[in-house]
């Protein structure tokens, strides 16, 4: 089960912490894209290359010391087909690396439109008899806004193909409440899409005690986490917001169960442009990386044992 | 802007069509499908270079009768970089023949993931100065989960490139109550989207008296169309779920306005796949999709005209 597989990981590597790959050419250190924009010009090529990359550096540089990574397909899609070329190169370079890997990709549809979903990013898809790989990672983020079938159409794949998906349930924007946290006879909608995710989760429960049906929840929302964690005591928590957007270690700790379990943190630009921040520098852009991976791992780790939750 | 220009092509062509783009190889006519195999085996090149064959061939046979047509990306996306090229090719082609492209993304994020995106479907990426197309179209289906934030990252794209959006509202399929019908505080969750749609829509005003930022609601819902007709009178409805799905012409009467505008109603199924249906040949495949759209053009004319919603 992909659920198994991930919480083997994190106790492998004695870290929740979750790299999130959202590069943009504009913080791509000089050193690196310069090389492609002499050899290709201002291309999308170029940036795609600069890209891959740079992504090729995070990865080697926190492999061992986090249990997924997860980049934001905006953020390729928006290079156009190098830049989706880069996504899929990414994703293959971190899978072979042991690491798991998240699309947050954020689809949600029904049908026939939602195999297609999974048949590119969890799956294969099959041509006359043929199948073939495309964008496959180990899991993916997914909107429930149309409904519980956009989820139910994840389940066979979810099962046979061994992945897992991470449903949006409480997002870490300033602008979440506004559909979110209505309240609908005494419950909010996270709420109710937590139920929904608490029992579809059933029919992917792995050995570890956890389902391979996720949910998003943000880490600057700690009030709303507690109330969640109660709801999908056996659903892993997705936890974008760390770092950047204002979450800390203090913050996500009720994201956790008793067993320190339960959630992968995640951090974006945190990490991965930490060579911008004071006392790194942009040729070792790597090292700042894996130095503030390992901060992280240590300070949810630290808040873990103050809380009696130890994991490892 | 451009609802000026999709309701300038309504007008012209007399046809509120959407004709959706949504191939997958199986249904293919063998004719079409089989060149490709036998030149380059049973590959996603192969399946992706007959799809784009057979898109052009539906738009060469439609790009007259109706304003717009509808490319789903997921049944791209599962052929991968090749499936998504066959998508740009389609979405170009289609705006070459003088067609309004609306790509059924549903994407929805914020900041600047939302921003990428944007850059992605409705603009350009700029890379040091340089700016380059991707998969631009002239408009995308958004899904509004996360938030207003995740409509207003759009709105400055909108203003500035001359482009659209269509909010997700009230989807299509059977289980879209599941969210989106649950009351709060005596408004339903699509009305409460359906008042952000309209409130936001305001700042993308075209003379047609039409906003840029549309609604998606479902041919399947005619009840809550009535009332979401009222609740944004101003907002083009993009309106799935004809056909194939069980909406009829009566069923969408009620998306339109008095004025006989508002709505354009999308088949897919239906009108891409006619040739299987009985008195049509799998050889003039493009004869047959064009018949069953005059067919639904000429359908939908006729119960507006006799419910006094004549436009042209």
């Given at each position: 089960m992909f659920i198994d597989r991930l919480v083997k990981k994190i106790k492998e590597k004695k870290s929740n912490v979750v790299v999130g790959l959202d590069p943009r050419i504009e913080s791509i250190p000089k050193?690196?894209?310069?090389?492609?924009?002499?050899?290709?010009?201002?291309?999308?090529?170029?940036a795609?290359?600069?890209?891959?990359?740079?992504?090729?550096?995070?990865?080697?540089?926190?492999?061992?010391?986090?249990?997924?990574?997860?980049?934001?397909?905006?953020?390729?899609?928006?290079?156009?087909?190098?830049?989706?070329?880069?996504?899929?190169?990414?994703?293959?370079?971190a899978r072979e690396k042991g690491l798991i890997v998240i699309g947050d990709i954020k689809r949600g549809?029904?049908?026939?439109?939602?195999?297609?979903?999974?048949?590119?990013?969890?799956?294969?898809?099959?041509?006359?008899?043929?199948?073939?790989?495309?964008?496959?990672?180990?899991?993916?983020?997914v909107n429930p806004y149309m409904g519980g079938d956009t989820l139910e159409s994840f389940i066979k794949e979810i099962q046979e193909k061994d992945k897992g998906i991470f449903v949006l349930v409480k997002t870490s924007n300033k602008g979440s409440g506004q559909l979110q946290d209505l309240e609908v006879a005494g419950k909010k909608i996270y709420e109710v899409v937590a139920e929904l995710v608490d029992e579809l989760g059933q029919e992917t429960l792995g050995q570890c005690g956890y389902t391979s049906i996720g949910a998003v929840v943000g880490a600057t929302y700690p009030e709303q986490s507690k109330v969640l964690r109660k709801k999908m005591p056996k659903t892993y928590f997705l936890v974008p917001g760390?770092?950047?957007?204002?979450?800390?270690?203090?913050?996500?700790?009720?994201?956790?169960?008793?067993?320190?379990?339960?959630?992968?943190?995640?951090?974006?630009?945190?990490?991965i442009f930490a060579y911008k921040k004071d006392g790194y520098s942009e040729?070792?852009?790597?090292?700042?990386?894996?130095?503030?991976?390992?901060?992280?791992?240590?300070?949810?780790?630290?808040?873990?044992?103050?809380?009696?939750k130890c994991y490892y």
């Open positions: 050193c690196v894209k310069d090389k492609y924009f002499k050899e290709y010009g201002k291309t999308l090529k170029a795609s290359e600069a890209i891959l990359e740079f992504n090729k550096e995070m990865i080697d540089n926190v492999y061992d010391i986090v249990p997924a990574v997860k980049p934001q397909i905006a953020f390729y899609e928006q290079y156009g087909l190098e830049g989706l070329k880069a996504y899929r190169k990414t994703c293959e370079y549809d029904i049908g026939s439109t939602a195999k297609a979903y999974a048949n590119a990013h969890l799956g294969n898809v099959n041509i006359e008899g043929i199948t073939h790989e495309t964008f496959s990672v180990d899991s993916i983020t760390y770092g950047a957007q204002g979450g800390t270690a203090e913050n996500i700790i009720h994201s956790f169960n008793e067993d320190g379990l339960g959630a992968v943190i995640n951090s974006s630009r945190g990490i040729e070792k852009y790597g090292e700042a990386a894996r130095t503030e991976a390992v901060k992280m791992r240590d300070a949810i780790n630290k808040a873990l044992e103050l809380n009696n």
